[in-house]
């Protein structure tokens, strides 16, 4: 399918070839999601991916068939981290390579891998396990698809360094694009700073190098701009507007069951303020109103599940296909969108956009944002007056918050108004595909 609304036509050989090295294309988390959406158009036999052994098994092969799995020749792991992680095998790969040959990076699940994993976390040594590494394998198959442009999603130091070296012995235009500020935080430990010299040291080397640079978020086009004086495009997830629900009737009075939603993790750094809206919804409870919230997660059978459910009107569920959020969002009154308030979370999300933000706005139901001030998230829903937000930590205003989108049937209307409007204007997949083709196709810059 060739976009449609361009102003001159768009023929088969306009499209550039790209290489992917990284991110697979998927509809289970943001990276997926959101490179899925923009390549949507573009032709599969341009398009070639290169990724590791963990993700080959997740890609989607209706956006990309030809993939070459990063393996046992290109990861080196070095000792004592070979312990407990593995690669599988290198090699060209096809969709018909069974799920169950892709081995895990996580091999060895005993009980002392998640000792020696914090260890290695806490001393920050954990960034010296993994380093990639070209193989003639990889170049001969690389060239035999001689791609025009090579985009990735860095997000971790051994990607970082290995697109570095990478770049220059193949000397194409590279296409980098940033979904979280990870090289501010990704640093622990007596390291810590070394890290942090290093990675502002090769990030600098490779924003100098390439030709197109990405961020998720306004926020993040503009900080990068400043901290690496170079131009920052920002791309975050498009949708399709055909394929979305919008809520109609929002009308919150007479209710007698107020539900409210969160899709997402539960481990990690999002536990804390999910925990805190579970207390929240049960301190404000009424004889003549039950507020409740639903949990669609990945996470839905680990341990903190037990710590979240103790509480009562809170129910947990497995997550559901993509295609099924539309649906999904619709049936509730609130659609809850966290982010963590430590310290270094916050360093690596200020300048994120979470992907489900345009899905969330174009549905219509009243967003509450729980996220620190300092967070692009917090900043641009409250800017445009999409939802209720939240920038702090504080069970009392998380519960005021809660009770005026409960109560205030006017403001619920005003900001979903708002959304719904914001995310057509903004995130139309038609639009935002289209001004990706312009930025991305160097052969027509």
Known sequence: MLPNNMNQQVEFSDYPKILVIGQPFHNKSGGGITISNLFKNFPKSNIALATDYKNVGRNDYTYCKNVYRLGNKEYKI??????????????????????????????????????????????????????????????????????????????????????????????????????????????????????????????????????????????????????????????????????????????????????????????????KSLEDICIAINNIQRDDLTISIDVYSPDWDIFLVKKITRYPNVFVYPSIDHKGIPNLLVQYDILFLPLDFSKNSTKFTKL??????????????????????????????????????????????????????VKDTEYRTKISNNAVEYAKANYNAEIVRERFFKTINLKRN
Do not use: C
């Open 78 to 271: 070095f000792f004592p981290f070979s312990l407990v992680f593995k690669t599988g095998n290198s090699g060209a790969v096809t969709e018909l390579v069974p799920t169950a040959n892709n081995v895990s990076i996580i091999s060895k699940k005993k009980w002392y891998y998640t000792i020696l994993e914090n260890i290695f976390f806490k001393l920050g040594i954990n960034l010296l396990a993994i380093r990639i590494t070209s193989t003639k394998d990889l170049e001969i198959w690389i060239e035999k698809f001689n791609p025009d442009i090579i985009y990735t999603q860095l997000g971790s130091i051994e990607l970082l360094l290995f697109i570095e070296k990478f770049m220059r012995r193949f000397n194409k235009p590279l296409a980098i694009h940033i979904m979280d500020d990870w090289p501010v935080s990704i640093g622990r430990g007596p390291l810590k700073y070394y890290w942090s010299w290093l990675i502002d040291k090769k990030l600098k080397s490779v924003v100098n190098y390439s030709s197109i640079n990405l961020a998720i978020s306004e926020g993040m086009s503009n900080e990068y701009a400043l901290r690496y004086s170079k131009q920052f495009d920002f791309f975050h997830n498009p949708i399709e507007l055909d394929k979305w629900i919008t809520k109609v009737d929002i009308n919150s009075s007479n209710k007698k069951n107020f539900r409210i939603l969160y899709t997402g993790r539960i481990s990690g750094e999002h536990y």
């Open 352 to 405: 994120s956009m979470p992907t489900k933000a345009s899905e969330y706005l174009i549905s219509g139901v009243p967003i509450l944002i729980y996220a620190p001030y300092q967070s692009e998230l917090f900043r641009h829903f409250e800017k445009h007056k999409l939802a209720f937000v939240i920038g702090e930590r504080s069970l009392d205003k998380l519960q005021n918050g809660i009770s005026k989108l």
